[in-house]
């Protein structure tokens, strides 16, 4: 049985059908990579799996975790899975985290939340431990400081201690290398391997750069329009895509061997 099993999945906001009866499955420390270009319905597909969708929208299909129907599940019974079997890292650090809280105190909540029995001390050691395992630099001593005081990339690592601080079974990465420099992007993405191969994590990685994509995911699932219109092992669909529209996609990334006397590929 999968870890996730994602069938016929439909994400509706009034008459705007934003994803439309797709379906996937990621196996346990499995990384399936979900790409396609902006608006295609990649984060509305992570936030159906969260439950996190604004309350206007119409969720349809089903979508299991362990054999669990998570759509039909009542919000307490739900708000356990989050955070502690399913984690994700939402786009944009900056404005994930609270600007006027300390990010020790950040990451803490996430402990509570699921650890209400845990001391202070306990918690606190939970917590540095998990900034530790996301080399962040001087994490003891930088605890009480404030999001504004760290880099684009050390948020990008909080981001990520707070989601893997109860050793999730699933991670889900939206975007997490959006707006870091090319340096910084390679350590998160080496950050990533290190912690799936650590703790067998299986990941839903969402992104529209199918560069990094291909250095990550296991399994790649090609968004258009709100629908998955292909899917294939990482290193087949890279060889021989299937699809014009996944053709379209590699055409228009820059490779060594461009020609750059011609305009690169345009999405049709």
Same mark, same amino acid.
């Given at each position: 049985? %999968?870890l996730?099993?994602?069938?016929?999945?439909s994400?509706r906001?009034?008459?705007?059908?934003?994803?439309?009866?797709?379906?996937?499955?990621?196996?346990?420390?499995?990384?399936?990579?979900?790409?396609?270009?902006?608006?295609?319905?990649?984060?509305?597909t992570?936030?159906?799996?969260?439950?996190?969708? %604004?309350?206007?929208?119409?969720t349809?299909?089903?979508?299991?975790?362990?054999?669990?129907?998570?759509?039909?599940? %009542?919000?307490?019974?739900?708000?356990p899975?989050?955070g502690r079997?399913?984690?994700?890292?939402?786009?944009?650090p900056?404005?994930a985290?609270? +600007?006027?809280?300390?990010?020790?105190?950040?990451?803490?909540?996430?402990?509570?939340?699921?650890?209400?029995?845990?001391?202070?001390a306990?918690?606190?050691?939970?917590?540095?431990?998990?900034?530790?395992?996301?080399?962040?630099?001087?994490?003891?001593k930088?605890?009480?400081?404030? +999001?504004?005081?760290?880099?684009?990339?050390q948020?990008?690592?909080?981001?990520?201690?707070?989601?893997?601080?109860?050793?999730?079974?699933?991670?889900?990465?939206?975007? +997490?290398?959006?707006?870091?420099d090319?340096?910084?992007?390679?350590?998160?993405?080496?950050?990533?391997?290190?912690l799936?191969?650590k703790?067998g994590?299986?990941?839903?990685?969402?992104?529209?750069?199918?560069?990094?994509?291909?250095?990550?995911?296991?399994?790649?699932?090609?968004?258009?329009?709100?629908?998955v219109?292909?899917?294939?092992?990482?290193?087949?669909?890279?060889?021989? +895509?299937?699809?014009?529209?996944?053709?379209?996609?590699?055409?228009?990334? %820059?490779?060594?061997?461009?020609?750059?006397?011609?305009?690169?590929?345009?999405l049709?």
């Amino acid at each position: 049985m %999968p870890l996730l099993q994602v069938l016929n999945l439909s994400v509706r906001f009034g008459d705007a059908v934003a994803v439309g009866r797709i379906s996937f499955s990621i196996a346990a420390g499995e990384t399936l990579g979900l790409v396609g270009e902006s608006g295609s319905g990649k984060s509305v597909t992570s936030l159906a799996i969260m439950r996190l969708l %604004p309350s206007g929208a119409v969720t349809g299909g089903s979508i299991r975790f362990k054999g669990t129907e998570l759509l039909s599940l %009542p919000e307490k019974v739900m708000r356990p899975y989050r955070g502690r079997e399913l984690a994700m890292i939402f786009q944009e650090p900056m404005t994930a985290l609270n +600007p006027v809280m300390a990010v020790g105190e950040q990451v803490a909540e996430a402990v509570r939340a699921h650890w209400p029995g845990l001391g202070r001390a306990e918690v606190r050691e939970r917590v540095l431990a998990a900034l530790d395992e996301v080399a962040l630099p001087s994490a003891a001593k930088r605890y009480g400081e404030y +999001p504004h005081q760290f880099s684009g990339g050390q948020r990008q690592r909080i981001l990520i201690a707070m989601a893997v601080v109860n050793k999730p079974a699933l991670l889900i990465a939206d975007e +997490p290398t959006t707006a870091l420099d090319v340096t910084v992007q390679a350590q998160i993405l080496l950050l990533l391997r290190r912690l799936r191969e650590k703790h067998g994590l299986a990941m839903l990685f969402i992104s529209h750069d199918l560069a990094v994509t291909a250095q990550v995911a296991d399994r790649v699932a090609v968004m258009q329009g709100g629908c998955v219109i292909e899917e294939n092992r990482t290193a087949e669909l890279f060889r021989a +895509p299937q699809h014009p529209y996944t053709q379209s996609l590699l055409m228009a990334v %820059p490779t060594m061997r461009t020609d750059r006397t011609r305009p690169l590929a345009t999405l049709q």
